[in-house]
């Protein structure tokens, strides 16, 4: 992806595939600093398109999700909308769809106009945790990138020296998360819902010694 960005070679759709918490949504940002990028190494994270992006403020990246548990007709009319205006910072105009399986028909109906005659300008990232329940032909127009789990050891690596958690914590906060860093993290800011896994598993340990 990286060598892809830098040399130009750039689709005009992704579809990022994993599980919950594997990191979708944070690759799909990344890949939006990067395209939007004017520092090196891309994505540089200090230059103001990247900052921007960061911050939720840049003119050409647009981020849209499930509304009351679906993605609506209304927000892809909107994004159809705006991604024919040209770009205000940057070359591309970056529109990521967070959960794209959640789409009404009719939402999903309208993508597939967009990802059928694209601008130009325009790069979609989607992104799902569960790929087959898109429409075939919204996925035969992407290009396909399956995140799979992190190893145990990465995550509990980042949850130390990034979150400063407590060595033994860090560990099994790292198993919990089954690959997953969204889950370990979201486990680490959330001690109940820490608390009522760590209950869980020790139920089923129990169980299996049973």
Same mark, same amino acid.
């Given at each position: 992806?990286?060598?892809?960005?830098?040399?130009?070679?750039?689709?005009?759709?992704?579809?990022?595939?994993?599980?919950?918490?594997?990191?979708? %949504? !944070?690759? *799909? =940002?990344?890949?939006?600093?990067?395209?939007?990028?004017?520092?090196?190494?891309?994505?540089?994270?200090?230059? &103001?398109?990247?900052?921007?992006?960061?911050?939720?403020?840049?003119?050409?990246?647009?981020?849209?999700?499930?509304? &009351?548990?679906?993605?609506?007709?209304?927000?892809? %009319?909107?994004?159809?909308?705006?991604?024919?205006? *040209?770009?205000?910072?940057?070359?591309?105009?970056?529109?990521?769809?967070?959960?794209?399986? !959640? /789409? !009404?028909?009719?939402?999903?109906?309208? =993508?597939?106009?967009?990802?059928?005659?694209?601008?130009?300008?325009?790069?979609?990232?989607? !992104?799902?945790?569960?790929?087959?329940?898109?429409?075939?032909?919204?996925?035969?127009?992407?290009?396909?990138?399956?995140?799979?789990?992190?190893?145990?050891?990465?995550?509990?690596? /980042? @949850?130390?020296?990034?979150?400063?958690?407590?060595?033994?914590?860090?560990?099994? @906060? *790292?198993?919990?998360?089954?690959?997953?860093?969204?889950?370990?993290?979201? =486990?680490?800011?959330?001690?109940?819902?820490?608390?009522?896994?760590? %209950?869980?598993?020790?139920?089923?340990?129990?169980?299996?010694?049973?």
């Amino acid at each position: 992806m990286e060598a892809s960005i830098n040399q130009g070679n750039i689709a005009n759709a992704y579809l990022l595939t994993g599980p919950d918490g594997v990191g979708k %949504r !944070t690759l *799909a =940002l990344e890949m939006a600093r990067a395209l939007c990028c004017t520092g090196h190494p891309r994505p540089c994270d200090e230059c &103001d398109n990247c900052r921007a992006v960061i911050r939720g403020s840049h003119p050409d990246v647009l981020v849209i999700g499930p509304q &009351d548990g679906s993605i609506k007709i209304d927000q892809v %009319r909107e994004l159809r909308r705006r991604a024919m205006l *040209a770009p205000h910072r940057s070359r591309y105009k970056i529109y990521i769809i967070t959960d794209a399986e !959640t /789409a !009404t028909p009719e939402a999903a109906n309208s =993508l597939l106009k967009t990802l059928e005659e694209p601008p130009k300008h325009l790069v979609l990232i989607l !992104t799902a945790s569960n790929a087959d329940a898109l429409l075939p032909t919204i996925v035969s127009r992407c290009q396909v990138i399956n995140l799979r789990p992190v190893p145990l050891s990465t995550i509990e690596k /980042a @949850l130390r020296e990034r979150w400063d958690i407590q060595a033994e914590e860090a560990t099994f @906060l *790292a198993h919990v998360s089954t690959g997953c860093p969204g889950v370990a993290i979201k =486990l680490a800011q959330d001690e109940g819902l820490r608390d009522k896994r760590e %209950r869980e598993i020790k139920t089923l340990l129990e169980i299996l010694k049973g």
